[in-house]
């Protein structure tokens, strides 16, 4: 079944390093991959998504690359600052799936030090 | 704001109890989901709904059933929890699929925070 595996658990920076977020995903039918990010308490939020037709995507201090051949995507936040701290999701969407579900993963907890 | 609103925020409840979480969304979707999200666990799907017709459960317990009454509101109700079945359960919406337009991203409500005493 689809499966998406998230890495690392827990990732602890300082302020002003960068942090990278990596997620594996098994479905090769899958062709929509968001970020949500979810702080203490509070639903979790998109912050970025990449569609399988483009290879990298940036939005200010967030980027997201993608590499289908090897069905791996990841998240890189750049000068990173306290207000990062969060839990932050990857997920994943087959194009044959029907009704739209987001299949997530584990999860990282990132704690940006100042 | 997100346009997804779910009530009750916090809800505790006896195991022999009969309770329902509610949610409404104000996006114009045509998807909605059920997600539990436990203390160190992944978000897990509970339930879809496309066009007010459930697509998928994965395998919930029957103690947890849904309704989907119309495209804009979704009810998840409880009956005889455990305690393990404390979570948080989150509700979702989407521009769902169909078989010829790829669909958008989901929006979360702020969630039910359960707890089964």
């Known amino acids: 079944g689809e499966n998406v595996e998230q890495h690392p658990s827990t990732l602890s920076v300082q302020e002003g390093d960068s942090a990278v977020i990596k997620c594996t995903y098994s479905?090769?039918?899958?062709?929509?991959f968001p970020w949500y990010k979810q702080e203490l308490g509070k639903r979790p939020q998109l912050i970025i998504d990449i569609r399988s037709n483009v290879g990298e995507k940036k939005d200010q201090r967030i980027a997201v690359t993608l590499n289908k051949t090897a069905k791996h995507f990841s998240l890189h936040i750049t000068e990173t600052q306290p207000e990062d701290s969060a839990v932050y999701f990857c997920?994943?969407?087959?194009?044959?799936?029907?009704?739209?579900?987001?299949?997530f993963g584990q999860g990282t907890e990132l704690s940006v030090k100042p | 704001e997100t346009g997804v609103t779910q009530t009750p925020r916090h809800l505790v409840m006896g195991m022999t109890n009969k309770k329902s979480l509610k949610c409404e969304q104000h996006l114009g979707h045509n998807a909605m989901y059920w997600y539990k999200q436990s203390a160190k666990k992944p978000l897990e799907l509970m339930f879809v709904?496309?066009?007010?017709?459930?697509?998928e459960n994965n395998s919930v317990p029957s103690r947890f059933s849904p309704e989907c009454p119309n495209s804009s509101h979704l009810f998840l109700h409880l009956h005889t929890l455990q305690p393990e079945d404390s979570a948080l359960y989150l509700c979702?919406?989407?521009?769902?699929?169909?078989?010829?337009?790829?669909?958008?991203?989901?929006?979360f409500g702020e969630g039910s925070w359960l707890t089964v005493v």
């Open positions: 479905d090769s039918a899958s062709n929509y």
């Open positions: 709904y496309s066009l007010e017709e459930r697509v």
């Open positions: 997920a994943a969407r087959s194009v044959y799936n029907q009704g739209g579900k987001l299949i």
């Open positions: 979702a919406s989407s521009q769902g699929r169909t078989r010829i337009r790829s669909g958008n991203t989901i929006y």
